[in-house]
């Protein structure tokens, strides 16, 4: 497989693919050239000229797939395929849900009113009277069932303003019964039909029309923040996804699997966290660093749960990475810890760790209130890398954790974080960009 090693001085506004090289089409390069200029404004470059080092990687399979190498060692920026005859870009997952991302952010940006206090203006209660406590009701009820199934996060939540908080326990409550149906006691009874029908109550919900009260609170969240259907809409698509695979070809539609499953996630829960006043990330910075929490956590939940998905005939690792380490579906079944496993699980790890990376740049973004449950939850789940390390790799037998102790030593030094990094403050900025 030839690889041309390309070396390019210039702007971060003038990069794009086609200066890279001259396939892949329009669309192509204009996602390229935004991908780039994203990651190099989430880290604050101080000079608006850098060097550039982009390794294309030319494949000569078909469909023909170029791939340009992140810059600062991350996952691929793009990877172009092309299909043989006509030329014409297919997009890469990461792509795809880059442009989900860029919509995600206008509309946030379209409809996001800032109050005198700096934060999200929260429509008011519109409900017909006698009904709020009705609503009342249904977001305790949402705030039980998150305090039961995910009580670290619980805690987390109980760090947010009021309104924020209820907004969070709703959403949870979505997602946790959204994924209940593919991975819960009736999951063999679920069909393409039974989410087509879950996915009309989603609509109803979004257009006032709760089925029940667990939806009557999100549908309340939903006229209140800036929160689209969209990542609902995708997660349900990852629970058909679910239903009609049980193994991923590479890692292109592994990242597709993780963002329906949990970058949804990230994007939902952006417009309710809100963005700092101070920052200056860009809205598309901070959604993306929340797709990166996302794919990082599943990536995660993934690697931990390798033994658990295999007795279930499931194998979420990219295929052709397996077949590149000598590993095959039987080693896994198997599960034997061999030096094999333990190479390409390296590999696994460090790709989560990059996610995890890409992350933490946004969580400094976030509104103030919402930085120490979202380093909490980072810190926590990052861990369980750690852990995997520590049990040598075995994820067929041992299920990796973070202990009781060390959960409660990783309040403080979120707290820590959440205060210590902050967006610059403005004159910080601009020393930034002089220099
Ligand atoms: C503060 C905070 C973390 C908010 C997110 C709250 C929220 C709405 C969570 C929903 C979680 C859920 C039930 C998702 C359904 C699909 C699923 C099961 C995904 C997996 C989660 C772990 O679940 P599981 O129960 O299997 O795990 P354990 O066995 O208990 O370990 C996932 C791995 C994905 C979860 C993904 C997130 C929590 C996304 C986090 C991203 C943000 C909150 C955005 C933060 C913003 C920036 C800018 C970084």
Not at 278 to 293: F, N, Q, R
Request: with cysteine; charged share 25%; hydrophobic share 40%.
């Amino acid at each position: 497989m030839p690889v041309a090693l390309v070396w390019v001085a210039a702007s971060a506004k003038d990069l794009s693919f086609c200066e890279l090289h001259n396939h892949g089409g329009h669309l192509a390069s204009r996602l390229a050239g935004t991908n780039i200029n994203r990651k190099f404004s989430l880290a604050r470059r101080p000079s608006a000229r850098f060097f550039a080092k982009a390794a294309l990687e030319v494949s000569s399979s078909n469909p023909t797939s170029e791939k340009v190498s992140g810059f600062n060692g991350f996952q691929e920026l793009c990877s172009v395929r092309t299909d043989g005859g006509s030329g014409k870009p297919l997009l890469s997952s990461e792509q795809k849900v880059y442009e989900v991302v860029l919509k995600q952010a206008a509309m946030v940006n379209r409809e996001a009113k800032v109050g005198d206090n700096g934060l999200l203006d929260v429509k008011p209660d519109l409900v017909p009277p006698g009904t709020l406590q009705l609503l009342e009701d249904a977001y305790e009820r949402c705030g039980e069932v998150c305090a039961e199934y995910a009580k670290t996060f619980y805690l987390g939540t109980l760090l947010m303003t009021p309104e924020r908080r209820r907004a969070i326990w709703a959403i949870y409550v979505w997602c946790r019964r959204t994924d209940k149906l593919v991975d819960g006691p009736n999951a063999s009874h679920i069909t393409p039909m039974a989410l087509d029908r879950w996915e009309q109550r989603l609509e109803d919900l979004f257009n006032g029309r709760p089925y029940d009260m667990l939806d009557a609170a999100l549908s309340d969240t939903v006229s209140k923040f800036p929160v689209d259907i969209q990542p609902f809409r995708d997660m349900i698509e990852g629970m058909r996804m679910d239903l009609r695979k049980s193994h991923y070809k590479n890692f292109d539609e592994l990242y597709l699997y993780c963002y329906y499953v949990a970058g949804t996630v990230g994007l939902m829960s952006v417009p309710i966290m809100g963005i700092s006043q101070d920052s200056h990330a860009t809205t598309e910075d901070v959604y993306s660093a929340a797709l990166a929490l996302g794919i990082a956590n599943q990536l995660t939940n993934i690697l931990r749960d390798v033994g658990e998905d295999s007795r279930r005939g499931r194998i979420y690792l990219p295929q052709d990475e397996l077949a590149r380490s000598g590993l095959s579906d039987e080693d896994i079944f198997s599960g034997k810890v061999t030096d094999k496993w333990r190479s390409f699980m390296k590999g696994q790890i460090r790709r989560a760790r990059k996610f995890f990376d890409e992350a933490e740049k946004g969580v400094t973004e976030l509104d103030k209130a919402s930085r120490w449950p979202v380093w909490a939850s980072l810190i926590l789940y990052r861990q369980i890398l750690d852990a995997i390390e520590a049990n040598d790799y075995d994820n067929f037998t041992k299920r990796a954790y973070v202990g009781k102790v060390k959960k409660l030593l990783t309040l403080p030094v979120a707290y820590t974080r959440a205060v210590i990094y902050s967006p610059p403050t403005s004159k910080l900025a601009q020393i930034e960009r002089i220099y």
